[in-house]
Structure formats: C-alpha cells, structure tokens
C-alpha cells in the first residue's frame, strides 16, 4: 500500500478506493452539503434543471441564511424566502433561519452536524473550517452544491499537500488568528494553490478547538483546498460535547509525501496584522505604523466564537472605545449570544460602547450591519480585506486577532493588548 | 471548440469581491449581475466589453470568496474565454461547471498585452498571439473535465449520466 495524506486517506474511502493520487480526479461520497442565503438561490435555480428530482438525503443538506440575514432588504428577504420554500418542500432538517442561525461555519460544529473523517462541500469558500476537526471539507460553488444535493457526491481533484509541524506553545494575547495570519504571510495568498495544509505535531495540544477552527478557516486564504487538522483528546473532547457522528480517524502514513515542510513555534509568533488589501500583507508590531481607524468588528466565522469574546471582553472590561470609533461585537450563533449574556460579556461590551448585534455574516463580506465609507479604515476579526470588502472600494480593512481588535477599538488606532494592558 | 477576440486585461490575485461585489449578491438575475462586473477594479469593463471578448489575468485569478456568480457575471458580460497563469481553485471548478471556457498558461498571460487579438484552439492546445504573431502551448483538460465541458456544464453532464447513478 502506497503512502496517503490524511486528506487523501480520507477521499480514498469516500471514493471507493484503496489508493489515491495528487492530481487524480475522482468522484466523492459527501457526508453533508452546505449552503447559504447567497449561494443556495444559485443552487436551487440549478438543481431544478436536474432531471432527478428529489434530495439524496435530507438529513445531510444545511441551508443556513447568515449572510443578508435577518433580510437586510426586500432582494434578500426574497432569497431567503426562496430558501425557505425549498426547505420545506424538500424536508431539509438542517435549515436554520433567523431566530435559530448563527454564522454558517461557527453553527454546524456547534451542532454536532460535522465530525473527524467526514467529506463535507459547501457553497462557501470557508467551508474549509471543519478541517479543524479533522474533516475533509471544502467550498465549492453553487452548482457543485445543486449536483450533490441530487447525488450525494462531488467530483475533485485529489490533492497533494503541504505539512505543517506545529511545536510550542502561543504567548499571552496570541491566538489561532495571529498564527495563520503569519502563515499566510509566510506561504502567500497563492502559496497552498489547490493543495491541502496538514497541521500536526507536538504543539497541537496548545491550541484549542476555536484556535484550530479559525486556522482552518483561513487555509482558502493561502489558496489552499482544504486546512487538516490531526485529530487528538482535545477534538474528540469537542465532538463528544457537540454530540457529533461517530468520528473515524485518519492519521497520515509515516511515509506520506508532501510538497513542502513547515516547522511552525507557535511561542515564536507575535501579534500579526495584515494590512489591506490581501490577507498575505503579515506585519507585526515591531513596524507598525500609527493607523487611527474608524470602525472595529469583532465576529464572523474566523472568530465569532465564545472565547473570541471572552479575550476581547477582557481588554473591554472597564475602558471605553476611543472618540471617533464604532465598536461591533456580533457573536457567531445563538448559542455563542446567549452564553456571552451568561458570563455578563454583552454588558461588558455595552458599557465600554460597542454595538451588539444578533449573528450575522453582515459586515465581513460588506452586505450589511457595518459597511464602511469612503477613506474609512477597519480593524476587524474577519478573514478577508480585498476591495471593497467592508464597503467603499476606497475603504481598508486591516485583519486580526480578537485581542489586537479589541486594544484597538480602545485605543483609536492599531494596537497591541500588550501595550493597553501594560499602559495603564 | 475554439474562442477568439479582443483582449481585456489585468494583474494578479483578481479576487471575487471584485469580479463582482457582495453588495450586488441579493440577486441571481445574471444580467444585474454582469453589469456590475469588475466594477470595483475597472469602472469602465461593463461598457466597453464587447461579445468574444478574452480576459488575460495573472496569478491567482478568482480567489476568496466561492461566490458563483463571478463566473456567471463574467460570462454573461460576452467574454469567451479566461486566460490567467492560475486559478484559484473554486472559481476554476465553477467555471468549468457552469460552462465558461478557462486556459490556464503562465507565458500567454505574461505575455499578451491589453487589446491583443487572440485566438485559443482547445482542439489543438494552442493560444495564437495574432497581434504579435506568437503561438503558446496549452494542457489539454483530462477526459473528465472535457466531457463537463463539452456536455455544456456539471449539470447537464449529471442529466446525461456521467456522475453514476
């Protein structure tokens, strides 16, 4: 038997094969099929020009309508509605609406709707998240998702893969976001093309599940297929608690080939901003110049999560958010929402005067809920500062973690918590 | 099959966000969304694109976000056919499956310039510079992604079979 990667052992199977090789276009089982507000009104236009015509399993499609979501105008409340005939026609049990949704890639873990070894697509480019728990998972587009929600399968081009060994243990005001961010800095917003990124390795016991979720979620940042995550006690401790499917675990043979090594020191990594307009442009605060902003958002699926507040809500505590600055905080999903207001975070946040805002994709991707005007600049938690990203094409949008987002809605220009902290 | 026109062009890493911007994505209608295509990128491309136009790009072409309706907006705009050095991965899939045509060759999209007269032959694997008189060789596309193609996108290749039962 020749030797796999983790993601292709875990297309192998799902394409009934015993080996499987980089380039080789195979078709796929899936384990479930996503898709949202924007991508499943594509999908569904097209799935109706398939001849056959029922779901292949309702149980294994999510539709979730996060991103213009609670309908931000009268199109979009048409497109959910869209979504919601479909639903019913066709009994999706996985449909969440306003009232029960939460940020797509933040909810289905959460849900217990994805575990270790499944093959998963979406009709979203950050479908890669679930790669955290040791899932093959992918964003297609629209009409992929039309095919398998009538088929059950997919056709890809398997990968070949790049390996990460992660050692050490992250500093104080260091997170998941700050390592990928100096990944992706490292490699390049093209530099894991069509490939996977394996993560593995000693130090993965320092990183939580949100850490690894929000590195997983950035693997399409690099280029990169899918991000893949070994799995460990900490994710079977997760997918125990979510109530996940039987996980099935795949490890890397001893002898896999991969294109390329990485040795990351996880206590080697500082606070890493990337400046506008690609994900690639990593600096940290050793050359940081005095950028006063204009807006902070502190949310999406890279990190909406529980303890992506609990970090910033730490830094809010007490302190105000400078003159001149608008502060969102929109918890990823219900769950995160309602826990945040257990633990008394949404007050912390209320009275330091930030915005809080029921889940949403909202501002990330510039739809609603925080867009920014022209000249304007943005520190936020989100993954992506492309043009016209956050609003006008002439805006900028500067990506990091929860901590550095937080001192800097306090501050009114970039900051380091560090610095906050210590200043005072 | 075979594509020939005026060329469009532009750089590296074009981005969905731009191709076409989320704030147009409350709609599935493919002319709204073709007339707002490149718009954050090149203000005048929605009316000076003409039927059989190319578009050459550099690295990258399509990355972020998974939204179809970049390729969608690009094909109804009349552009024929894509030439960049790569694709991102997702918008190289869509495109196939929705039935854009794609090349992927780094010394065509290096080399040819802004309004080139080009003609690709996907028959023969060649992309022919005719303004300046070049030829470069392309891959073939694997049987799989030709008979995607050639049946006109995934979804009629389903309705024909191809994807088993």
């Known amino acids: ?424 | 099959m075979s594509a020939r026109g005026k060329v469009i062009k532009y750089g590296n890493n074009v981005d969905t966000d731009v191709i076409i911007p989320a704030r147009y994505l409350n709609t599935t209608d493919r002319q709204q969304l073709a007339s707002h295509c490149m718009e954050d990128l090149d203000k005048t491309f929605a009316s000076r694109v003409k039927k059989g136009d190319i578009m050459v790009a550099g690295k990258n072409f399509g990355c972020g976000s998974s939204r179809e309706h970049a390729p969608i907006a690009i094909k109804e705009s009349g552009i024929a056919l894509v030439i960049a050095k790569d694709f991102a991965r997702i918008f190289y899939r869509n495109a196939i499956n929705i039935g854009l045509p794609i090349i992927e060759c780094a010394e065509a999209a290096e080399d040819i310039k802004e309004a080139d007269d080009v003609e690709a032959d996907f028959e023969k694997g060649v992309i022919y510079n005719h303004t300046q008189d070049k030829e470069y060789k392309i891959q073939l596309f694997p049987d799989f992604i030709r008979q995607i193609i050639e049946a006109g996108g995934l979804i009629e290749a389903v309705n024909k079979g191809m994807l088993g039962d």
């Open chain 1, 1 to 424: 038997m020749k030797a796999m990667t983790m993601t292709q052992k875990i297309l192998a199977v799902h394409a009934g094969l015993e080996y499987v090789y980089p380039s080789q276009l195979i078709l796929s089982k899936v384990d479930m099929v996503l898709g949202n507000d924007i991508t499943a009104p594509v999908a569904i236009n097209e799935f109706r020009k398939i001849k056959s015509k029922n779901v292949f399993d309702k149980e294994k499609i999510a539709l979730v309508m996060d991103h213009f979501a609670p309908n931000k105008d009268i199109q979009a409340a048409q497109q959910c509605k869209l979504c919601r005939t479909f639903a019913e026609e066709n009994q999706i049990s996985n449909f969440y609406d306003t009232g029960d949704m939460g940020v797509e890639h933040a909810l289905l873990p959460e849900k217990g709707l994805v575990t270790s070894g499944d093959v998963i697509i979406g009709a979203d480019s950050h479908t890669c998240t679930y790669g955290a728990l040791g899932a093959f998972s992918t964003g297609v587009g629209s009409t992929d998702m039309a095919c398998a929600m009538a088929s059950g399968k997919a056709w890809f081009k398997v990968p070949s893969a790049i390996s990460f060994n992660l050692t050490g243990k992250l500093n104080e005001y260091v997170s998941g976001k700050d390592v990928i961010l100096h990944i992706i800095g490292m490699i390049g917003v093209s530099g894991a093309l069509y490939k996977s990124m394996e993560f593995k390795g000693p130090g993965l016991k320092n990183l939580t599940i949100d850490d690894r979720l929000c590195m997983a979620n950035m693997a399409i940042e690099a280029g990169a297929k899918n991000g893949i995550f070994e799995v460990d006690a900490i994710t079977m401790e997760y997918l125990a608690k979510a109530g996940a499917g039987k996980p099935v675990i795949y490890k890397a043979d001893e002898h896999a080939k991969y294109d390329e090594y990485y040795e990351i020191d996880l206590s080697a990594i500082k606070s890493t901003v990337a400046f506008p307009h690609l994900p690639e442009n990593a600096r940290t605060f050793d050359n940081m110049p005095d950028i006063k902003i204009d807006q902070v958002v502190i949310g999406s699926c890279t990190n909406g999560r529980l303890s992506d507040l609990i970090v910033a809500a730490d830094i809010m505590k007490d302190r105000k958010v400078a003159k001149g600055v608008r502060a969102i905080i929109i918890p990823a999903t219900q769950k995160i929402y309602l826990e945040a207001m257990e633990l008394g975070l949404l007050k912390i946040f209320i009275n330091a005067g930030c915005a809080v805002s029921t889940p949403t994709c909202g501002p990330c991707l510039g739809g609603h809920m925080g867009i920014l005007a022209k000249g304007e600049k943005a520190v936020a938690t989100t993954n992506r500062n492309f043009v016209g990203r956050m609003g006008h094409p002439e805006s900028e949008v500067y990506l990091a973690s929860p901590q550095v987002a937080a001192a800097s809605a306090i501050s009114g220009k970039i900051a380091h918590p560090y610095d906050l902290m210590r200043g005072e």
